[in-house]
């Protein structure tokens, strides 16, 4: 089989996997089918698989779903084709999974991050939708691939079959870390902690899209925003509204103190920031003081320092707003990330990659802009106060709508480029040390 006729069958590869994973999508922590047949991939290549709480800190997870919802999808993993000999190693919401090659020659550690997990977003099912037109659309209610990680679970098995097709060229260890949770920023941290990046001398995480254009890739993105997701519940005392109101605790007041205090927090000197409440609930009848109240709030800064600030402040609020009505709280750090740049000498070594690349034609070496955040910074801090290099890459593609939208897809052709993208950059670092 000639070079052409190689890659054909590997972008027929790349697709079918991509469509299996955008059809059958699983949110954070719950990425059971799709950790087992990524696990079982990599097993029958010839990888060292590491899965479940072996690579992944429970203690560390944040916004793991309940006990429940976690049972009852293990249960329809195992119906809907997951594998069996690994599908117990990653229930309870230990997800990862991690594939090492390890060439037995002098060289470095190279690892690449992909994520796994869906959104909870109710897929688009209509004509002009290629999923739907295609027939593999979501086939769960309000779960869809919205942004991508479908074809980054791709990319990162076609990775792992060309770095073991060519074993025999390469130097070091190569590791894969299929990610659970990066939706929220929630799962990467329990990565890390568990020591997954701890001997890596370089470290790549991988996206397509983001509004770069079809045929560029930015070898660097300018720097990710700290930020910590915060689910709060006040509670109060119920109360008839007209019979009997100074007996009871009002919770909606409560939270609507808070979020008015939140919107006011003063800017740091420091860095741009961001605070934004996207949910509140409160309450229970027209007549009734509110005796519960629910928001979903964020923040952002331009540095862990800044986020850290505008964090500590958003607190203070929280348990002032509940001590003035007489209320309870209960506040809940459901995701986390802190700000990374990337490593400008690892950019460096991607862009020359990238433009030896004949259908890549234009290479951005560190973008201007801000990607909001991503819990990847994580695995990139901790690798760079090892003393390795850290970037995270963005391979561009046509978009039919933007990333969280109903009717996302993408131009399924970067999937090949990715691939070939990292392969291509993993044999010029296993050059090094």
């Known amino acids: 089989m000639d070079k052409q006729q190689q890659s054909k069958a590997l972008q027929q590869q790349l697709q079918y996997w991509r469509r299996d994973f955008h059809q059958y999508p699983e949110i954070g922590f719950m990425e059971i089918r799709t950790a087992s047949l990524v696990a079982r991939y990599l097993e029958a290549l010839g990888y060292t698989v590491y899965a479940g709480e072996e690579v992944m800190n429970r203690e560390a997870r944040m916004g793991v779903p309940d006990q429940a919802a976690l049972d009852a999808h293990a249960a329809w993993a195992r119906e809907n084709g997951a594998d069996e000999k690994w599908l117990e ?9 991690v594939g090492v090659l390890d060439t037995g020659r002098p060289g470095p550690t190279v690892a690449f991050r992909v994520d796994m997990d869906a959104l909870e977003i109710q897929e688009e099912l209509s004509p002009g939708h290629l999923p739907f037109d295609e027939g593999f659309a979501s086939v769960n209610e309000k779960t869809m691939h919205a942004c991508g990680h479908d074809g980054h679970t791709a990319i990162g098995m076609g990775l792992a079959k060309l770095l073991m097709e060519n074993k025999d060229s390469l130097n070091g260890v190569m590791k894969l870390i299929f990610q659970p949770a990066e939706e929220g920023t929630r799962g990467a941290k329990s990565m890390t902690e568990a020591g997954v990046v701890d001997d890596v001398d370089f470290f790549i995480a991988t996206h397509i899209g983001t509004g770069v254009p079809v045929r560029h890739v930015v070898a660097g993105n300018a720097g990710f925003l700290a930020t910590t997701k915060m689910d709060v519940v006040f509670k109060g005392k119920a109360a008839h509204a007209g019979a009997a109101p100074n007996e009871g605790h009002n919770a909606l007041v409560a939270a609507s103190t ?46 862990s ?47 020359e990659v990238a433009k030896t690349i004949p259908y890549i034609d234009q290479v951005i070496p560190i973008s201007d802009q801000s990607a909001g955040s991503e819990d990847a910074t994580y695995f990139m801090e901790r690798v760079k106060e090892r003393g390795g290099l850290a970037t995270y890459v963005i391979v561009g593609t046509n978009l039919a709508a933007g990333h969280h939208h109903e009717r996302f897809d993408y131009e399924e052709d970067v999937l090949l480029t990715g691939v070939d993208l990292l392969f291509r950059t993993a044999k010029e670092l296993a050059k090094s040390k």
Do not use: W
Request: no cysteine; aromatic share 2%.
């Open 305 to 351: 320092e800044v986020n850290d600030y505008v964090r500590g402040q958003a607190l203070s609020i929280l348990t002032g707003a509940a001590a003035m009505h007489q209320t309870e709280v209960d506040i809940e750090i459901v995701g986390e990330a802190v700000s990374s740049t990337p490593s400008e000498a690892l950019v460096d070594i991607i862009s």
């Open 89 to 97: 190693r990653l229930t309870d919401g230990l997800t990862g999974v």
């Open 258 to 303: 808070a979020v008015l205090g939140l919107y006011g927090i003063p800017r740091h000197a420091n860095g741009a920031s961001r605070i934004n409440v996207g949910v509140l609930e409160a309450g229970s009848g027209r007549n009734i003081i509110a005796p519960q109240a629910y928001l979903q709030i964020e923040t952002r800064g331009e540095t």
